[in-house]
């Protein structure tokens, strides 16, 4: 119904439970709902990768999935990325190479990285431009975000860099 | 923009999906994996009333092979035909096919019955399931309709499914030893919807081709299995030949213009495209001549 | 350096043992925006806080003849519709002119059109409620009559007789027109062995920052204040712009930026519907926020170039370069933009064609039409890229042209290094520039000969790679002669406040604000280097009004070299502070003290003398300890804007190497390459990435991003699935290399590295493009360089 909708789910290890519109998509209902506004909106339709979060281990667009949809789901945002210390070294990384300027496409960008970082720990540069090539970044031009990821990759497979 | 307002329901079976369907026809609308749906509903380029949740339904999931037939679920995801074994084995073309779909994110949450049923012209898989010789299999409260994946779409966005049918399964013959498969895209940018595409498969006896199916796609309102490939079996492929085959794919299409290409451009990156295919899959460069200065 | 202790030591702010000037040091505020701490003005909530959306016109030229908004006003959570004609009673319109652009002219723009809508996207009417989605629902019952007008959309037509005059009180669509005639022009091309003409074609695009537009505005009736966060580049130009037209005094107004998702130029400005969102707030006595979704974002915010340019150049033989001739037209939408102006774009590319070369022959003209069609107005590289496509293109098409390598052409006639301080026959004052010393620097980076060595051997497989060569320069540092001249309240200088606090530590207040490129980290970095204290224990304070310094911003390429100054300066005058306290508590004389590593030490020996955590408890728990009469003063303020020179002009030189699908007409970027001098580097890779960024945008430009509107004036791919911009996998690695040459003009030496990759990209693309396609005998003057515009020139489609 359009009425508000009860939902269940896990959102960086904490159960959250929430009554939402069924219109509401998981990126509003991160924000709006639960004050995790490191996931960002840069478009609403799928294209820019600002709202990258991870359902059930797979990174996905959270303005292209209802809050609904997310029932019994496992959420991670950049804040629990963060603070569980998972990406520590990518954030390092980040950094150390001025990865990012504004900030804005930077928890997507994050979390797309982080998923080629455990899918293809070996990739090279042309594989991570690929991988990337969904998440919209217009400060940096690309060069030191692949060169952040690249840099990752070769530390977390004990490769000197 | 935010979507309008809708209801939304989570189908248990497909039965419970079929009846849902039947009771709301054309106010709902099928939710698969959303990937398409969701961009539309957020633009208010679509407003239904309800949404038929079906993500739910696990019989809608799965690889299987049997009796030299693949069969995919219309819930797989295109993540997973990416990294099915199966599907690199017996559908090669796909695996190819689909890394060319979208980006990581998308591909995880997009799935191949919702790319089927949305018959975007310009998208990969639909092109494939012709180039393979697909069967799409629906299922409506009154059975099951087997289609033959070429008579399946009838246009942009439309196909023969009805408001209270539900694509449920592709099916396809598993790729033989001489089978050969081609795909390419001419795209502006990595996973951006194609100006012109190709998803090709086909048999090769010897360096002839035995049968060679050529699906189109971003070539008019719906992919294109072309029929100009008669110009290129039976027989070792010529320069004449080629170009016959050239002139007829040029005769069959119907493209459209849009901001990426005009209708010429699309004629013209087509038959590129069959050239190339051609020359990729008898290893004969020579009938894909480069345009010298 | 002329500071007296440092004299002593040898030693100046650059050197020193623990300066953070020239090297490569962490942003301090990134950990925030990587852990998604961050707070971007789309992530603020405030109480009562209500949302607006805006009715835009679905018409690009047409008369409101009724609004009817009952049904609207009866929805659920909606608290207001306004029209433009009910805001008006709040707010005043504006008329974007400057007076030193001699004859530009507009027309009076509402926050909301009070009668008339003039683009496709502007406002008729806001509707307010208590969420987003509840306005956009509410905005679909707001039903408008509109009759259509004749809509002006081809600029190459604006000015002719049949076509209609869109503000009739103006006369014509003419909003500005300059003229320019220097040296001796027809003697010049007479005296040529050949002159090339070409039309270069220059399309229609804008910004994108990833995060929209968004402005909350907090009018608080009891105390007659408006708080307005905002994501802008230039806090006080807004505070204003808002007082002026809310009928307000400044100090009614605070503009707070706080994160910024992306600027560019594109939050420079105050938009129509930012100010009515101001009013809004001052009209229902509440919050309002407005956040643009993507599709305004493309129907409204400023888009740029957008020019068709006639050109000429007239070369010897041997080389030498005689005379540029341009006829420039650019279509800017139905208004000049408030308050920086339309117009700056055109005058720009007038002022910068030929910028690189000694010629002093020179003759242009530019026009600036209106058309119903989005305003345009600055963006990243304003002129700049025009300029440099148009001159590089002539020069390259010279060389072709005479058989002459594009290197060789541009070593005869690139303003010789040691020519300087001169002037461009457009009347730009050049300190000193690096032309040369770039471009061997360039082919050195490039391995010019190998690279042209490994074309002619694929050419000879049909493989067809080019390399294109553009040499640039650039305003930046621009003192009031952009704006202030004009008569319009934007500063062009800016102040910055030092204080050591009471655990030793600094604190520091800046006017220019940050949006990504480093301001925080360059301001920490001159504090800390100049006080001697380390950069984790400066904080920077920013975008501000009630709390910083009276400034500019950060545009135009002037934070580093305007906002740096100023921290130079008032780090220098506290540092100076401190150690007269020292002195005074340890009994020394200054002149034997400094500062290092946090602690007063001896100039000789440099023994520590007191740790400056110890020197402020005395100074502010312990002053009876002080010596009698001694005041001590643990805060400077310092202000700064340059000079002797109007701008400080940059140079570099960037190179592009691709390939070109002669069959498919695609282009793949395979390496581009930047040398630039822009002084003194305060930060390398903070310098590297704004090169690094700002090609790239140029590179979009060259290839993919195009705002495309039909013959009606409808914007047709407001969306970011139809409007490309550059992603990872098609752009290439940038290698970026420097040559320093400091300004005088300020004791820093630096000059803006912000807009010099946008200046030259877009040039190096198109002229390797023509190269690759040099054995077609093809030549390309129009971006985008999408594969039709490739495939037509060659003759395929």
Known sequence: ?161 | MKASAFSYTRASSVTDALDLLALHGDQAKVLSGGQSLMPALNLRLSAPALLVDIGAISELRGISESNGVLKIGALTRHVDILRSPDIAKHAPLLTEAIAYVAHPAIRNKGTIGGSLAHADPASELPACTIGLDAIIVVRGRNGERRIQAADFFTGIYETVLSPEELLVAVEMPVAKSNSAHFFHEYARRKGDYAIVGLAASGILEGDVFADLRLGFFAVGDRPLLAAASKHLTGKPVTASMLADAQAALDAELDPQEDQQASAGMRRYLARQLMARCVATLLGRPELDARPRA | ?797
């Open chain 3, 1 to 797: 350096m002329n500071d007296s202790s440092e004299k002593q030591s040898g030693l100046s702010v650059l050197d020193r043992p623990n300066s953070y000037i020239g090297k490569t040091v962490p942003r301090p505020n990134l950990g925030r925006l990587m852990q998604g701490r961050g707070q971007y003005v789309s992530d603020m909530v405030l109480p009562r806080m209500a949302h607006v959306v805006f009715l835009r016109s679905p018409y690009a030229h047409a008369r409101i003849l009724k609004i009817d908004a009952t049904e609207a006003k009866a929805m659920p959570g909606v608290i207001a519709v306004v029209t433009g004609a009910e805001l008006a009673k709040v707010i005043t319109p504006w008329v974007g002119v400057l007076s030193h652009l001699k004859g530009l002219k507009s027309a009076p723009q509402h926050a909301i059109a009070t009668d008339r809508a003039c683009w496709q996207g502007e406002a008729v009417a806001a509707i307010v409620a208590t969420g987003r989605a509840l306005a956009e629902d509410a905005a679909e019952l707001v039903s408008v009559d509109y009759e259509e007008l004749v809509p002006v959309t081809d600029m190459r037509t604006a000015l002719d007789p049949e076509t209609p005059v869109i503000h009739p009180e103006l006369g014509d669509n003419l909003a500005f027109e300059r003229n320019l005639d220097a040296g001796a022009v027809d003697q010049a091309f007479k005296d040529s062995d050949e002159v090339v003409e070409a039309k270069f074609v220059f399309g229609r695009h804008t910004g994108v920052t990833l995060e929209p537009r968004a402005v909350l505005a907090d009018w608080n009736s009891g105390e007659e204040r408006l708080t307005v966060y905002l994501g802008t580049q230039a806090p006080h130009m807004v505070q204003n712009i808002a007082a002026m037209h809310l009928g307000l005094d400044e100090a009614q107004v605070r503009v707070v930026c706080k994160d910024v998702g992306g600027s560019f130029g594109i939050k420079v400005h105050i938009y129509a519907d930012e100010m009515a969102t101001l009013a809004l707030s001052k009209l229902l006595r509440r919050p309002v926020k407005f956040v643009a979704d993507r599709v305004e974002s493309f129907n409204t915010d400023i888009h740029a170039r957008d020019h068709v340019c006639k050109a000429r150049i007239g070369v010897s033989k041997n080389g030498t370069i005689n005379a540029f001739e341009i006829d420039d037209v650019t279509g800017i939408g139905p208004y000049s933009m408030y308050p920086r102006t339309s117009a700056i774009e055109a005058n720009q590319v007038i002022n910068l064609v030929g910028g690189p070369y000694t010629t002093q022959n020179y003759r242009a003209r530019t026009r600036v039409v209106f058309q119903n069609k989005n305003v345009t107005c600055q963006y990243r590289g304003v002129g700049h890229p025009i300029a440099c496509s148009i001159t590089e293109g002539l020069v390259d098409l010279a060389a072709q042209r005479i058989g002459m390598d594009p290197i060789e052409i541009r070593r005869r006639n690139l303003i010789r290094d040691d020519a300087y301080p001169c002037g461009s026959p457009s009347g730009l004052k050049f300190e000193a520039l690096s032309h040369h010393a770039s471009l061997d620097k360039l082919i050195a980076m490039m391995n010019y000969d190998a690279l042209r060595a490994e074309q002619a051997e694929l050419r000879k497989r049909g493989i067809y790679r080019g390399i294109g060569i553009a040499s640039f320069i650039e305003v930046t540092n621009p003192s009031a002669a952009f704006y202030g001249v004009g008569g319009a309240r934007i500063s062009s200088q800016d102040g910055v406040a030092v204080r050591l606090d009471a655990t030793g530590r600094v604190i520091c207040q800046t006017s220019i604000t940050e949006q990504g490129q480093g301001s925080e980290s360059l301001t920490a970095q001159i504090v800390g280097s100049v006080l001697g204290v380390s950069m984790g224990r400066v904080r920077v304070i920013l975008g501000d009004t009630d709390n910083t310094p009276y400034g500019g911003g950060t545009w135009a390429s002037r934070g580093a070299g305007i906002g740096g100054e100023a921290a130079l300066q008032a780090a220098k005058v506290l540092r100076k502070n401190i150690l007269d306290v020292a002195a005074a508590i340890l009994q020394a004389k200054p002149h034997d003290l400094d500062i290092i590593d946090n602690a007063v030490v001896d100039v000789q020996g440099g023994q520590q003398r007191i740790e400056l955590h110890e020197l402020a408890r005395v100074v502010y728990f312990r002053p009876d300890t002080l010596p009698p009469g001694f005041q001590p003063e643990l805060m400077a303020t310092r202000h700064f804007v340059p000079r002797e020179y109007p701008f400080a002009f940059t140079n570099g030189i960037q190179a592009s190497w691709l390939e070109v699908d002669t069959q498919a007409g695609f282009i793949k970027l395979l390496k581009h390459w930047v040398v630039e001098d822009c002084g003194t580097i305060i930060n390398p890779q903070l310098v590297d990435e704004q090169i690094r960024g700002g090609v790239v945008q140029g590179l979009g430009a060259a290839l993919y991003e195009h705002c495309i509107y039909d013959e009606r004036g409808q914007l047709t791919n407001a969306n970011m699935a139809d409007y490309l911009v550059p992603m990872s996998g098609e752009m290439p690695d940038i290698d970026v290399g420097h040559i320093v040459s400091p300004t005088l003009d300020g004791e820093l030496g630096a000059k803006g590295a912000g807009e010099a990759g946008t200046a030259a990209a877009a040039a190096a693309v198109t002229n390797a493009v023509n190269d690759a396609l040099s054995p077609f005998n093809v030549t390309v003057t129009e971006i985008p360089l999408t594969p039709r515009v490739i495939l037509t020139a060659l003759g395929r489609i």
């Open chain 1, 1 to 161: 119904m359009t009425n508000p909708t009860p939902i269940s789910l896990t959102v960086n290890g904490e159960s959250v439970s929430a009554q939402v519109l069924p219109r509401l998509n998981l990126a509003d209902f991160l924000r709006e709902h639960l004050g995790l506004t490191g996931t960002h909106v840069g478009c609403e339709h799928g294209v820019c990768g600002a709202c990258t979060v991870r359902v059930n281990g797979d990174i996905v667009r959270a303005c292209l999935l209802l809050a609904v949809q997310a029932e019994d789901a496992s959420v991670e945002t950049i804040e629990g990325l963060s603070d569980s210390g998972e990406i520590s070294d990518l954030q390092a990384a980040f950094q150390n190479r001025n990865a990012l300027q504004c900030g804005y496409c930077t928890p997507g960008m994050l979390m797309a990285a982080q998923d080629i970082l455990t899918h293809e720990p070996q990739a090279d540069r042309e594989q991570i431009r690929e991988h990337l090539s969904g998440n919209y970044c217009r400060c940096t031009g690309y060069h030191a975000i692949v060169d952040a990821v690249e840099a990752t990759a070769r530390a977390r497979s004990g490769q000197a860099r």
